[in-house]
């Protein structure tokens, strides 16, 4: 019998819960639990049910209450006993004591400097909690607010060993909950502090300090803590104390070779195998058995492995999917997309990927590990989630609760779907554990129950410990003849039974399995030949040994191999020092060439920084290519960090500072954080250098955000630094938009006798001319104006379809802006085709398309589609033109017979030209004005 008080009140017998009847009685429960073994005297429980107004028959109810709890529970555990009840529970039977135990036996580990095994001793103690103490009754305040600081204290406990293992990103959001639900607890604020500082974060942790300091002085009037104060100097001072450690690794799940338990949840995946479209995620710790599980609910199922491996390309598991199922996985992004594209490809790839799935249907996916899938293949899981209530094909996706924060957000929009179900694992009942132990001991065998729980409770039913620990244990005759002896030398941690199976194993096979757990969970032969000297013949044997071991696994492309599980390449991995860690990342990287990646980074203590950049600032292009902006991202920080060790090299921080800034705008438009951060730096580098390239990049992100007074200023320091066409281009594109088109052709018409004079096939001119048309328009010149834009759309006709897609976009702008809407219309349409799978830079050419449909007769459908590019425009953070958007947005409303929200976006239009400055399309929001009120 089970009794849990950590969450709603509940009772259960063989997994079944019991009906404990009506509040009162279930009060008297949960007092008698809150005091499990004391005895409860008859006056608290009548005070604890009633207060200080008790009913006449206040002790007649409460022995009513109680002869029905034991007619529930089973005989003599509620006993009477003067003055009062005592319930007679031993200490595993309460889910409050168990929590306890674990939690000061996790805190003993902490100190004992043991931080792993603290981390998964707490994370087991704050798992047995559901939710508030007695979560419904209104008892025993004082008690149930012990138990929730108990749960707070083993919460912090967990989160600094999740520190102590270099585990910062992952608690660092978590940190930021907390904080908020207990924003007067210092210590989680100096774990938030250093959460943030070890991500790279110092100045989000040094506001985290500044936001307590006002908290504690207006609501307390006190200063922060003399630990909080000097944690906040140690920052400031960038104390080597505050460095994170290396990141600890997790273990991951070996499946076992027999499989027992797990019938209901084996049900529900052989129930999905209906032929309807179904996702189910299968959650749990590492070694829970997600792996096994999925294999033996669905043996014919494709499978996509992902993988922690820093150089692992973008879409990785579905890129194995399309190759099992003989289709092409190949990735062609199109080179030079402007800075606002790679939503939109990535969107048009995923669709393009769902619909060739769809074509293979039925199909059962497994996508395994989720927890190290990239962003890109998190987006494609997601689109195809989208696609399933019409699409017979089963996706299996497993991967660990604590994933990361793309996971997360991924598993929050699926969980919105109603073909999703969740299936969460946890640890086998003890019975399961004994058929485990009977089934690779052999039939014949029926272990002593004593080595039994022994062995469960060592492993908390975690199927991969205890597979490794009946490893361990040895032979049948060992388990017969020295039970005790057997149980006794069962190891605290997995990582020391790893150690153990390979140090079995010859000397060179060891030092192979070393060089491939620094290559990766996935490595090849040429790579392990490369690195560790020996002819192919001495590598295939020490590989052919670590086979037979089982630790690694043969792939189907010939030469290539995987470690077994994660926990096994990291136990290999760690039991070095980091010294010869980077040596052989060094060997790695230098086999691997510009593949090398992360390798280079982690090599730089031994290759030097004047190497290493290089082949990483060549890692991040070849991720930009492949669409994969969150690992170049990466591999950009790395560099930066490289370079912050080396005496200071403005031009080469720059210049990856300028790789920063255009990649997060890619990414998050000109509203991401990051990326106004890399500007900012970008911003003192370029005026410390004089930099005409750093300048129009500011420049671009100005116009981009509407911040036209800035951007005149930075044309300005372009023009007088000597930028030549283009700087009189930028000048001239400002004052256009500030509403002086003198001013603005006196500068355009330099940029073109610039940029002619200096080549005459200049890829600029069409640019500059395609600017000077508008401007020609304002000031009456239409004649000319229509010069340049035969010229321009002639010298188009060679550029590649993205550029003549921009040039179409551009002539759809003036001809909406001179309202010549049958070629506004055409142009538009033009670019749009132009731009294939690229649709995103085009949101301007999609509105004007929208707006000339609502003027040709559909005004509800041209509604919807302005909105949609509006939204997509406003999604990048952009405000460029968006008045002018609002503007055709507001006349298709009137003409679909809403004049009152057409008046109301034209209200708005306006005050986003005051906030802008741009007034190149005043005239024509006058112009709708005047018509709308003729309406």
Sequence with gaps: MEFRILGPLEVAVDGRLLDLGRPKQRAVLGVLLLRAGTVVSLEHLVDELWGEDPPAQAVASLQAYVSHLRRLLKPDLLLSQPPGYRLAIGPGDLDATRFERLAAHGRLLLDAGEPDRAAETLRRALALWRGDVLDGLEIAPGERARLDGMRLAALEDRITADLTLGRHAAVADELRRLVAAHPYRENLRALQMRALYRSGRQAEALDVYQETRRLLDAELGIEPSPSLSHLHQQILGHAPELDPPAPAPEPEPAPAETFVGRAEQLAVLRGALDGRGRLVLV????????????????????????????????????????????????????????????????????????????????????????????????????????????????????????????????????????????????????????????????????????????????????????????????????????????????????????????????????????????????????????????????????????????????????????????????????????????????????????????????????????KALPHLLTAADRALASLAHEEAAELLEHALTLLAAEPPVARSELDIHLRLATLHAQLDGARSVAGRRAMT??????????????????????????????????????????????????????????????????????????????????????????????????????????????????????????????????????????????????????????????????????????????????????????????????????RHLVGWVLGLLAEAEALAGNTGEGLRLLREARSLVAETGERMYEGNLDDLERRLAQS
């Design 283 to 610: 959650s749990g710790e590492p070694g829970i058995g997600k792996t096994r599980l999925a294999e033996e609910a669905a043996p014919d199922a494709v499978w996509g492995r992902c993988t922690e491996e820093p150089g692992a390309p973008p879409f990785w598991p579905w890129i194995q999917i399309l190759e099992k199922l003989n289709l092409p996985a190949e990735l062609e992004p199109g080179p030079g997309l402007p800075v606002v594209d790679v939503e939109a490809v990535r969107f048009r790839f995923c669709r393009t990927i769902v619909a060739t799935l769809r074509q293979r249907a039925p199909l059962v996916l497994v996508l395994d590990d989720l927890h190290w899938a990239d962003a890109g293949s998190l987006r494609l899981l997601t689109t195809l989630a989208a696609e399933l209530h019409t699409t017979p094909i089963l996706v299996i996706a497993t991967y660990r609760a604590e994933g990361r924060r793309a996971l997360t957000d991924t598993l929050a929009a699926l969980a919105r779907l109603p073909v999703v179900e969740r299936l969460p694992l946890d640890g086998l009942r003890e019975d399961d554990v004994r058929s485990l132990m009977a089934a690779r001991l052999g039939d014949d065998v029926d272990p002593d129950d004593q080595l039994v729980h022994v062995v469960h409770d060592r492993s908390a039913g975690n199927p991969f410990f205890v597979v490794e620990l009946i490893r361990l244990l040895g032979s049948r005759r060992r388990l017969a003849a020295a039970q005790q002896a057997a149980a006794h030398e069962v190891p605290e941690g997995v990582r020391d039974v790893l150690r153990r199976r390979i140090s079995g194993l010859p000397e060179q096979t060891q030092a192979i399995l070393l060089v491939a757990a620094v290559v990766g969970r996935e490595f090849d032969l040429g790579v392990l030949r490369d690195v560790s000297g020996l002819d192919d013949d001495r590598v295939l044997a020490a590989v052919e040994a670590a086979l037979l071991s089982g630790l690694i696994l043969e792939e189907a492309s010939a030469g290539r191999f995987r470690f077994t599980h994660a926990l096994v390449r990291e136990a290999i991995y760690d039991d070095v020092s980091r010294a010869r860690q980077a040596r052989l990342h060094a060997r790695v990287a230098a086999s691997l060439g510009d593949r090398g990646g992360a390798h280079w980074w982690l090599a730089a203590p031994v290759v030097g920084t004047a």
């Design 681 to 878: 730096r970008v911003r003192a580098l370029a005026e410390e250098l004089a930099d005409i390239p750093a300048y129009r990049t500011l420049y671009e992100v100005a116009v981009a955000r509407g911040e036209h007074a800035e951007a005149r200023e930075l044309a300005e320091r372009m023009v007088a630094a000597g930028g030549g066409a283009l700087a009189h281009l930028a000048a001239g594109r400002t004052l256009w938009c500030l509403g002086d088109p003198a001013a603005a052709r006196e500068h355009l018409v330099r940029s073109l006798d610039l940029a002619v004079s200096e080549d005459p096939d200049s890829p600029h001119e069409v640019t500059i001319r395609l600017q000077l048309a508008p401007v020609l328009d304002l000031l009456g010149e239409r004649a000319a104006a229509d010069v340049h834009l035969a010229v321009a759309i002639g010298r188009a006709r060679d550029l590649p379809p993205l550029a003549r897609a921009g040039v179409f976009t551009s002539t759809a702008l003036i001809h909406a802006l001179r309202r010549d809407v049958p070629v506004a219309g055409e142009h538009a349409r033009h670019a749009l085709d132009l731009a294939g799978p690229q649709p995103a830079w085009f949101s301007y050419a999609a509105a004007v398309a929208a707006w000339v449909r609502a003027l040709d007769g559909d005004p509800a459908g041209g509604v919807r589609s302005l909105r949609a590019s509006l939204d997509e425009i406003r999604s990048r953070g952009a």
